[in-house]
Structures are given as C-alpha cells and as structure tokens.
C-alpha cells in the first residue's frame, strides 16, 4: 500500500508568504518550470493536491534521449528499439530511429524535484484564480485560491493538466470539449515488447497499447472520441494478453491547442493542450513547453524582462507550433477512417519500410527535440526572436 503523504487535518494549516512565482501542479510541466529556476534569487513555491510522484498522470513512456538529457536516466525501467503495431489483418515491427523508455513516475519525479534548487513544496487543492480586476492588491500581482487559502505572486504558472484551472472562463468540459480519453491497468509481469494495437473491436478511433516496464506492464486503450468509454476494451485488451486487470490509471487527455497564457497567468502541458494529437504523447512536450516557460519566468525574475515580455514570448514560442499540432490532429482524424485492409497494405509497404519510418519518426521527434533540453538559452525560434 503506498503511504499517504499528503497533509490532512490538522497538518492542513493556512499558506502565507510573499513569493516571486507561484507553480501549481508538480508533475511534469510544473516541475520542468521550477527546474529552469534554480540557481535564482526568485522565492518559488510549487503546489500540488498530492505529495510529488504520488499519483502516476500516465503509461510513462518517454523518448530516452529526454529522460537521459535531464538527467533522469536512473528512472529509466525499460527501452526499446522497435515498435510492434497490430491491426487486424497484419503485424509490423518498426525499427525506430530513436528509443523509447518506460520510466517510474515516482522515482523521476524525485529525481526532477532534487534539480529544482530551493523551491518550496505545499500541498494543497488549487481551486480557482481570483479575477484579475479583484485580485489587484498590487498591479502585478495574481490571487489563486486553494483550499489553504489565496497565494498571490507576480509570476503564476498553470501545470495542473487539462483542466486548466487558472483559466478565466473555465468553460472546457467533456465529452463537449477537445479531449480524448485512456485508461490502462497495470499488472505485474515482464515483456520485450513495445506494442500498440489500432483495432476497431477495441476502440473505434484510437489505439491499445502494452508497454513493459520492467517488472510491470502498462496495458491501455485511448479513444479519440470522447464519448466513447474504455474501461470495457482495456480490461478485454489485458485479458486477450493474459494479464490482470488490476491497478487502474487513466484521464482525459487534449488533443487540441489553447493559448499558452491569458490575461497574466502561463500555462504548460495538458493545460495549455501541449500532449500531441493522434499519439497522445504529453510528456516530453509537458517538459519541453515547461522548461521553455521556466526559461522566459527566469529572465523576468532576473531583472533581463518585463512579465508582458514573457508572456508573449511564451505565448509566440507556443503557437509557433501550431501547425505541427494541427497537422498530427488532421492524421487522427484521417487514420480511423482507412478501412482495415487498405491500412494494413500500407503498414506492410511502403508505411512501413525502413526509410519511411526514419524519415517520420525524425520529423516527429523534432516537433519537441532532446536538445531543448540542453539549451540553456530560451529557443531560438523565428517566433522569439521576432517578438523579443
Ligand atoms: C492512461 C494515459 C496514459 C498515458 N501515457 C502516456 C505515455 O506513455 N507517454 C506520454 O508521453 N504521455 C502519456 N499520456 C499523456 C500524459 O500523461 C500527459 O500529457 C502528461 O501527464 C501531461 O503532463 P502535465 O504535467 O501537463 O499534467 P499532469 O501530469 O496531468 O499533472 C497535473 C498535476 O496537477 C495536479 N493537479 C490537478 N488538479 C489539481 C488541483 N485542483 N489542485 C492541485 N493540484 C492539481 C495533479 O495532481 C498533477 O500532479 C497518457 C495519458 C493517459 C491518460
């Protein structure tokens, strides 16, 4: 049984303080911005409902290159090479021009904290933000209200996942809205394989997945339709795999971009509709779009911007990936409608032939790339430098 480490009662005393930024959410996003503000003067808190890696958000599956870029290798479970896909009428195995890593959310999530200096951790249920003409004690100054109480600071980050709590209008509900759903069991057990299975009898747009990570395997089904509910074909998807239907884990997941800030609060990740359609994968871009964040806050806390800078800095930076994004959702929605044959033939060739899938993989690595990471400088996009 995990320990509750989350405050409860008595424990649950008012916050109080005067800080510089104020991060809410401590999972990937959240913690990739708090990471970008360490080594600075700036007075950081990061909140959270539960205690940090408490709660896994995902089958956490990442590019290895992230996880090893960041250093947090250690987290590293299992990697894999290849890419098995099911459909119905044939199997593929793709030779990937990068790896993919299964890593444990609890030990990364450690591991990114231990990076982000001295900021300061609270638990608490972040609930609403105070409207900006009420919450104007000082011009600069933003109001969250949590259920310790309201924290004001000038720099406010929303990584609290697709919910987009901060929002002024917090009009955004399913299955009315631009999400897709997963869920996933998680069994003990061991596997080589990183499968994914695009199967009607499953789900009629989205995909299954099997992702091994080490002594655990992280079973799934996603559905881009919203409506369409996947708790019946994950639990069928694990039984035809001969695997429990145990330890259940599973959200809503964007699959549409929102702006990236609005009015004077930021957001990243879920939040800001950074998980890339047609994979759902959030991960890397939580990170890569939290440490472009973290990375415009650190030149405002450092005197070298105004926050109107960086939050059209931020804004831009996002934005100039819109295409990217649009072009992968435009795929979702195309891909269900092959019929199943005519998507097996293209799977078999040319789909699937060693130069198409290097060729694709590489353009879709590079719609968030390991060595942003490593940047230390915000990115040199076009829509920085002409906005700077
Ligand atoms: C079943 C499933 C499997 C997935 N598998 C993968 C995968 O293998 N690889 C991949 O790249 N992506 C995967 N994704 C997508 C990925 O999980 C998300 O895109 C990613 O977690 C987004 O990171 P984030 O930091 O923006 O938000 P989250 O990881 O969702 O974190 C949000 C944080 O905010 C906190 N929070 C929420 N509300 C409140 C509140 N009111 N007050 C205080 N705190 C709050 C939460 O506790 C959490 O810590 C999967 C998604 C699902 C649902």
Known sequence: MPV??????????PLAGDYDVLICGASFAGLAVARELAGSDARVLVVDRYEIGERQTSACAAPTEWLEN?????????????????????????????????????????????????????TAKVERRQPPVISRQSRNSVTVVTDRGDIAAPLVVDALGWRRILAIDAGFQPPD????????????????????????????????????????????????????RVKEPTVRLAGDLERQAVRYQGNWIPHQLRPAT?????????????????????IRTALYFGIACGRELRRV???????????????AFSADHRWQFKWMLRTQKTVPRVPPRLLAAALRFPLSSDAFVRWS????????????????????????????
């Open 361 to 388: 993989f590489t353009h879709y690595l590079n719609i968030a790339h390991p060595s942003f990471a490593l940047a230390s400088t915000p990115a040199s996009t076009s829509a920085l430098r002409s906005v700077a």
């Open 301 to 315: 806390v450092e005197g070298r911007a105004t926050r109107d800078t960086a939050l059209r800095r931020y804004s």
């Open 177 to 228: 809205a631009p999400l897709s759903r997963g869920l996933e069991v998680h069994p003990w057990g061991a596997s080589d394989e990183l499968e994914i299975w695009i199967d009607r009898d499953y789900v009629p747009a989205g995909y299954g997945w099997s992702f091994p990570a080490r002594d655990e395997v992280r079973v799934g089904v996603g559905s881009f339709d919203p409506r369409h």
């Open 262 to 282: 609005e009015s004077d609060v930021f957001f990243a990740g879920d939040s800001a509709g950074h998980c890339l359609p047609l994979t759902a994968e959030g």
């Open 70 to 122: 960041l250093g947090l290798a250690e987290s590293i479970r299992q990697t894999f090479q290849d890419l098995v896909v099911h459909t119905p009428h044939t199997t593929v195995r793709m030779e990937l021009p990068w790896t993919f890593s299964t890593f444990d959310y609890r030990e990364l999530c450690r591991l990114l904290w231990a990076q982000c200096g001295d900021a300061e951790f609270e």
């Open 4 to 13: 509750r480490a989350t405050k409860r009662g008595e424990e649950r005393t």
